[in-house]
């Protein structure tokens, strides 16, 4: 079936570590992206890519890398830069690089310890 | 600038039926999507609208005001598994978010 996978689920970190969470779709989609949602918070977006070997910062990019260098794959990198970087990480994916319906991941549950 | 507005909370009772709005302000609108949040889960689509009026599809309905920046989502004969967020997310060219935005949601608790 095709589909988004992120891994690990669940990660623990030591402060000052970097962590790469993994992203994988087999849906052929052109867009990937990844959001970083706190309790009671809306979906903030990190980072974006539309194409191979492209990508774009979102509003909170800071203290975070990305690479696209195939198109099934987007890892994140959450670096140690990140203040505060314990927080729900989904990836998501959509046919349409300008705009469309989003296929997310499960999530990766980030917690710094 | 962008702006997504909708109401924090909500209660409902099983059988019901439940409004939750959304009002929003971008450049560049081209549809609103809702997404459906399970806790601990990963949005799912619910719905998209691009014209004016009102999409039904089953239990669930949607409705766009372009003009007035305004959706709803309708959720008839309401369910217990219906108990989730609502996320609100228009699709704003030329934003810096890839194009699509979204509110903070609305989590929505049905009562027995």
């Known amino acids: 079936d095709g589909g988004i996978t992120q891994s690990p689920k669940y990660l623990f970190r030591k402060e000052g570590q970097n962590v790469t969470l993994s992203c994988e779709q087999n849906?052929?989609?052109?867009?990937m992206y990844w959001y970083r949602q706190d309790p009671g918070q809306g979906l903030r977006l990190i980072y974006y890519?539309?194409?191979?070997?492209?990508?774009q910062k979102g509003d909170i990019a800071e203290g975070y890398s990305v690479s696209r260098e195939k198109k099934e794959s987007f890892p994140l990198t959450v670096t140690s830069a990140q203040k505060n970087p314990t927080a729900f990480y989904l990836c998501?994916?959509?046919?349409?690089?300008?705009?469309?319906?989003?296929?997310f991941g499960e999530g990766s549950r980030l917690t710094v310890l | 600038g962008q702006n997504i507005d909708q109401p924090t909370e909500m209660t409902a009772t099983e059988g019901a039926i439940v409004q939750i709005n959304c009002t929003y302000q971008?450049?560049?609108?081209?549809?609103l999507f809702w997404y459906q949040q399970h806790a601990g889960e990963a949005p799912t689509f619910l719905s998209y609208?691009?014209?004016?009026g009102l999409e039904e599809k089953g239990r669930f309905s949607s409705f766009l005001s372009r003009s007035k920046g305004y959706s709803y989502l309708l959720l008839k004969e309401l369910q217990m598994k219906d108990s989730a967020s609502y996320l609100c997310?228009?699709?704003?060219?030329?934003?810096?978010?890839?194009?699509?935005?979204f509110g903070k949601g609305t989590k929505l608790s049905v009562k027995p």
């Open positions: 998501a994916s959509s046919i349409e690089p300008t705009g469309g319906e989003l296929f």
């Open positions: 849906l052929n989609h052109d867009a």
């Open positions: 890519s539309q194409i191979v070997n492209d990508f």
């Open positions: 971008t450049s560049g609108f081209n549809g």
């Open positions: 609208n691009v014209l004016d």
């Open positions: 997310s228009p699709v704003n060219y030329g934003g810096s978010q890839g194009n699509l935005i």
